[in-house]
Structures are given as structure tokens and as C-alpha cells.
């Protein structure tokens, strides 16, 4: 049983914007952190953007002022806006709680 699902990533060019959701529909990450992160082919994953039960959020230095990480509690849903996407932006996204990994999206950025 999936226990978080990964909206479509997709490709866009340099410049554009794209929003990625992980609804968590058995509830797992109920108090706790949530964490994207980013995956490209020959390395390990990298960490993303965090976002605390409470809404505290940080981010690795090449996304910031660029992506936002937020929850919605209601709706078990952790959303990450991703602004003004760079090439380098491209790879796999995964959303993480709890040692549970979502099955990761793929964003590409295009120049």
C-alpha cells in the first residue's frame, strides 16, 4: 500500500514554475516532518526543503527565496512550489517522513 502520494512532476523551461503535492493519506506524518528531496542519476539524494508539524521550514542555499515548502494538515498534503526553476533544478523529487518515501516525481528543467 502506498502511504504517500506523489503528484505528476513534469518539464518545463528556465523561468517557469511548478508546484509538486504529497498527500499522505494514512495520516503517518501527523506531528512530525515532513522533507523533500532531490535525486539526480549518479548521486544520492539531496535534501530539499523541510517543513516542521508546526510550519517551521528550511531550505538548502540553492533553492531558497526561489522554492516553498508548506502543509496543509487538513488535507494531509505537503506542497512544494518551486519558482524561477533552473536546469539545475532537474531530477527526482521524493517526499519523505517517518523513513517512508514517497515513489518520487521527475522535474525537468529545460534552458
Known amino acids: 500500500q502506498v502511504r504517500l502520494v506523489q503528484s505528476a512532476g513534469g518539464s518545463v523551461q528556465a523561468g517557469e514554475s511548478l508546484t509538486l503535492a504529497c498527500v499522505d493519506p494514512?495520516?503517518?506524518?501527523?506531528?512530525?516532518?515532513v522533507a523533500w528531496y532531490r535525486q539526480v542519476p549518479g548521486k544520492e539524494r539531496g535534501l530539499v526543503a523541510t517543513v516542521s508539524s508546526s510550519g517551521t521550514t528550511s531550505y538548502v542555499d540553492s533553492v531558497k527565496g526561489r522554492f516553498t515548502i508548506s502543509r496543509d494538515n487538513g488535507r494531509r498534503t505537503v506542497y512544494l512550489q518551486m519558482d524561477s526553476l533552473k536546469p539545475e533544478d532537474t531530477g527526482v523529487y521524493y517526499c519523505t517522513s517517518e523513513n517512508t518515501w514517497g515513489p518520487g516525481t521527475q522535474v525537468t528543467v529545460s534552458s
Open positions: 494514512l495520516n503517518i506524518a501527523s506531528g512530525k516532518t
